[in-house]
């Protein structure tokens, strides 16, 4: 079957432990031919990111407050079938966790300071303005006679 490609990095020097990873297989929905009967192709991947001590505390803490939604019992499950190889759906199944955890440990953004219009900026808009308003007056008609 080949060696899987890990370790998952999250971000930095964090990377997801294979020993923290549970896997299970299982048969794929949907058609396909005489080969899906007899493939356990599914891949359900479970990570534990309540007990997990590879993350550090911050993230963790950001993690299971950022996907509380998706937890059950402080587990999260990623499942992956898109493909017909188990191994495919293996490091799709990987690539998805790591991607979702590192989208979970970012940092919050930084707040947004509100900036003031310049007042050079307001004074053109308003000319502008009023150089249209003249233009559009000066059309009013009448007086052709």
């Known amino acids: 079957m080949g060696d899987m490609s890990g370790p998952y990095v999250i971000r930095g020097?964090?990377?997801?432990?294979?020993?923290?990873?549970?896997?299970?297989?299982s048969r794929s929905s949907g058609p396909g031919g005489q080969h899906v009967n007899t493939s356990d192709s599914q891949v359900e991947l479970r990570f534990d990111l309540g007990r997990t001590e590879s993350l550090p505390q911050v993230w963790k803490d950001r993690a299971l407050e950022r996907l509380a939604g998706r937890l059950t019992d402080g587990v999260i499950t990623v499942r992956a079938s898109e493909h017909r190889s188990q191994w495919r759906n293996r490091e799709t199944a990987a690539v998805r966790l790591a991607s979702l955890l590192a989208q979970a440990t970012a940092p919050p953004p930084k707040p947004r300071r509100k900036t003031k219009i310049p007042r050079g900026i307001n004074e053109r808009r308003l000319r502008e303005k009023k150089r249209r308003g003249e233009t559009k007056r000066g059309r009013g008609g009448g007086g052709w006679d």
């Open 13 to 25: 020097s964090v990377s997801l432990p294979e020993a923290e990873l549970s896997w299970r297989f």
